[in-house]
T-cell receptor
Framework: IAGITQAPTSQILAAGRRMTLRCTQDMRHNAMYWYRQDLGLGLRLIHYSNTAGTTGKGEVPDGYSVSRANTDDFPLTLASAVPSQTSVYFC?????????????FGPGTRLLVL | GQNIDQPTEMTATEGAIVQINCTYQTSGFNGLFWYQQHAGEAPTFLSYNVLDGLEEKGRFSSFLSRSKGYSYLLLKELQMKDSASYLCAVEDSNYQLIWGAGTKLIIKP
């Protein structure tokens, strides 16, 4: 593994189903983030984690949950998917050690909720 | 509220120069980032400005004026591979990134 990986690459999901998007980084970064990207809108922060064991809510957290059991993994769970959660989801990480925190992104998960 | 404004789309010619503007209104300011995103791919880091002035990095330069809430990304000697979206993001007082919607740059031969 080099950098950040996400799984699955894409998914079609029936509304009401539960889904977990996986994110793993091997850079030993403290901070991790989940964004969604929709056409015509900027990246919107869903949840973040400044260090293992802590999480926080971003701009659009409703309908999503996260956990950070260790440094490397930051899964995002949709408890009961709805069509408005159709989007491209990006996981990102940053060192979490300074004020200038360049974020590094995974390849994204394309999710279609029907 | 917090707001980042960028043009939706720009067109330029191969070999030319293009300037992509970004204006912002945010709760606090701890720096401004530019990212490049090719279609279907993840954003990748281009530049970071925290002080006023111009930062040059090869063919790409980024300028910041904090008093005007304004930045621009300057791309010189445009190549076809520069066709991408360019995202402006401001780090606010909570050290969270607020993202613009991005500027889609189309390069024509």
């Amino acid at each position: 593994i080099a950098g950040i990986t996400q799984a699955p690459t894409s998914q079609i999901l029936a509304a009401g189903r539960r889904m977990t998007l996986r994110c793993t980084q091997d850079m030993r970064h403290n901070a991790m983030y989940w964004y969604r990207q929709d056409l015509g809108l900027g990246l919107r922060l869903i949840h973040y984690s400044n260090t293992a064991g802590t999480t926080g809510k971003g701009e659009v957290p409703d309908g999503y949950s996260v956990s950070r059991a260790n440094t490397d993994d930051f899964p995002l769970t949709l408890a009961s998917a709805v069509p408005s959660q159709t989007s491209v989801y990006f996981c990102a990480s940053s060192p979490g050690t300074s004020d200038q925190e360049t974020q590094y992104f995974g390849p994204g998960t394309r999710l279609l909720v029907l | 509220g917090q707001n980042i404004d960028q043009p939706t789309e720009m067109t330029a010619t191969e070999g030319a120069i293009v300037q992509i503007n970004c204006t912002y209104q945010t709760s606090g300011f701890n720096g401004l980032f530019w990212y490049q995103q090719h279609a279907g791919e993840a954003p990748t880091f281009l530049s970071y400005n925290v002080l006023d002035g111009l930062e040059e990095k090869g063919r790409f330069s980024s300028f910041l004026s904090r008093s005007k809430g304004y930045s621009y990304l300057l791309l010189k000697e445009l190549q076809m591979k520069d066709s991408a979206s360019y995202l402006c993001a401001v780090e606010d007082s909570n050290y969270q990134l607020i993202w613009g919607a991005g500027t889609k740059l189309i390069i024509k031969p």
